[in-house]
């Protein structure tokens, strides 16, 4: 059994007192800060930007992932990780064709059945060639189908909610994703959304070993017992 890696997503934490969580994310033994980076485009919601890797970039040195849920990735890839991204999280739906339903704006989730593998590659290249880690995020809907990237990657994330939201209710349905990925991938599998004490142990046992979380870190009362929790299932 791998160690297991836990990511804070910093969705839920009190941005009044964001110095604060992010302190709180270091005493409890956190290895991540995930931050959801929203467009209101590729998702139906807009969160957090630039401004906040640069904000808690001095004062932690725990890496920073960045979640990328926005159109046309590529964009911003250069500009997060000059804010400090350790981590660039880049979504598989923004490198291929989409489903029918899901192609217009305002339709969600967004998924697809492969990807432009050059195109993928490109970014995933750019990406590590500027030092940070690159990882390829699947949403519940699309398939494992990074054949050709796969060896390129340090990470798949797999979202087990459609993403845009915190406090949704995990997707076993992912599951298997895990299962068939992890037979051949040997870098970090990431799982994402819905995240808790029930739902954890799962993820683990299909070959997840990275857990990021938001309001299961963030709403309790003792995160110190959650990271050791999630960490005692390696
Ligand atoms: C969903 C985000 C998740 C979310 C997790 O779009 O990518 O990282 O913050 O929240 P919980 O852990 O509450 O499901
Ligand atoms: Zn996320």
């Known amino acids: 059994m791998p160690d297991i890696k836990v990511a804070a997503s910093i969705l839920c934490a009190d941005f009044t007192r964001l110095g604060d969580e992010i302190k709180k994310c270091e005493d409890a033994g956190?290895?991540?800060?995930?931050?959801?980076?929203?467009?209101?485009?590729?998702v139906p919601n807009i969160s957090i930007g630039q401004v906040i890797v640069e904000a808690i970039r001095p004062i932690t040195k725990l890496p920073i992932e960045t979640h990328l849920?926005?159109?046309?990735?590529?964009?911003?890839?250069?500009?997060?990780?000059d804010c400090g991204a350790d981590v660039i999280s880049i979504h598989a739906e923004c490198y291929g064709q989409r489903r029918e339903g899901c192609q217009n704006y305002g339709e969600f989730p967004k998924e697809v059945?492969?990807?432009?593998?050059?195109q993928a590659h490109q970014d995933i290249k750019r990406i590590k060639s500027k030092g940070a880690a690159a990882v390829m995020v699947l949403n519940p809907g699309t398939?494992?189908?990074?054949?050709?990237?796969?060896?390129d990657l340090d990470g798949i994330l797999i979202m087990s909610v459609n993403p845009g939201f915190a406090k949704q209710k995990f997707m076993p349905s992912v599951l298997s994703k895990i299962v068939e990925l992890r037979q051949s991938f040997k870098g970090d599998i990431a799982i994402d959304g819905g995240v808790n004490e029930h739902t954890a142990p799962e993820a683990v046992k299909?070959?997840?070993?990275?857990?990021?979380?938001?309001?299961y870190f963030f709403g309790s009362e003792k995160p110190r017992d959650v990271v050791k929790y999630l960490k005692s299932l390696g």
Not at 30 to 42: A, K
Not at 113 to 118: A, F, G, L, T, V
Not at 143 to 151: D, N, Q, R
């Open 69 to 81: 849920m926005i159109e046309n990735p590529w964009t911003y890839i250069d500009e997060f990780i």
């Open 113 to 118: 059945d492969s990807i432009n593998i050059q």
């Open 30 to 42: 956190v290895d991540m800060i995930h931050v959801d980076v929203m467009d209101g485009h590729f």
């Open 143 to 151: 398939p494992a189908c990074l054949g050709g990237v796969e060896g």
């Open 206 to 215: 299909a070959g997840a070993n990275v857990l990021a979380n938001a309001s």
